[in-house]
């Protein structure tokens, strides 16, 4: 049909176009999402069985969990093997996490009582000796923080300080060791040993405390 001379185009009654749905975001994009969820978040996501927001954690604490271990085995090849059983048993008993404590200190006590354990068991093989130290101690950045506070009376290298170091806390108990592991070189609190270790912060006191005189005591020579 014609208006003044014009053709009159015929009305358009198709649908208006839609906007392209919305793709689910790449697996790359998701783990980057999961990277800044809190731990309260993940935990959840990995006991409705996201194995992703587990690798999260491991990733986020595995570096903390193994300075500790190092310094409670002074052996790297020990603490990476204990890391890896760490967290494959957190892993496997996610699903009794009540968060009646944090993550972290869930998972610390879970190292350190299988630390401990594979002390005593090692202990009773006469299998730790300062052969079996790993001399890569001398490079570890908290070894050498902890060194930097020790003022000798005497000249000795720092193999010879290292040698008595190690021995000296291979004399303590492995619930002695622990504490001074994560109070004096991890910085934790008296209340999160004590929550990683179920007992009360009056027994974490206690036992640093002994732990301080038993070293200050075999190393009387070296401070």
């Known amino acids: ?7 009159i185009q015929p009305a358009d009654n198709r649908p208006a176009p839609t906007a392209p749905p919305v793709s689910p975001r790449a697996p790359a994009d998701q783990d980057a999402a ?5 731990d309260e978040s993940l935990v959840a996501l990995a006991q409705r069985g996201r194995r992703e927001a587990f690798d999260v954690l491991v990733e986020r604490y595995k570096n903390r969990l193994y300075a500790t271990i190092y310094h409670m085995t002074a052996h ?3 603490a990476n093997d204990l890391v890896q059983d760490s967290f494959v048993n957190a892993y ?11 993550f972290f200190t869930w998972l610390y006590r879970i190292a350190v009582n299988r630390t401990i354990n594979f002390l005593k068991r090692a202990r009773r093989r006469n299998h730790f000796s300062l052969d079996d130290m790993d001399t890569n101690i001398q490079t570890d950045p908290d070894f050498v923080e902890l060194m930097s506070h020790v003022t000798p009376r005497r000249e000795v290298s720092l193999n010879e300080l290292q040698e008595q170091l190690n021995a000296a806390l291979q004399k303590l108990s492995e619930s002695h060791r622990a504490v001074v592991v994560m109070h004096d070189i991890q910085g ?7 929550r990683a270790m179920k007992c009360s912060e009056g027994t974490v006191r206690s036992r640093l405390f002994y732990a301080r005189q038993q070293l200050q005591s075999l190393l009387s020579e070296y401070l």
Not at 1 to 7: L, Y
Not at 34 to 38: A, F, G, I, Q, S
């Open 188 to 194: 934790m609190t008296h209340l999160d040993i004590a």
């Open 1 to 7: 049909m014609k208006f003044s001379g014009k053709q």
């Open 76 to 78: 790297h090849e020990d």
């Open 92 to 102: 496997r008993k996610i699903g009794s996490f009540k968060n009646q404590s944090s």
């Open 34 to 38: 999961l990277d800044v969820e809190p």
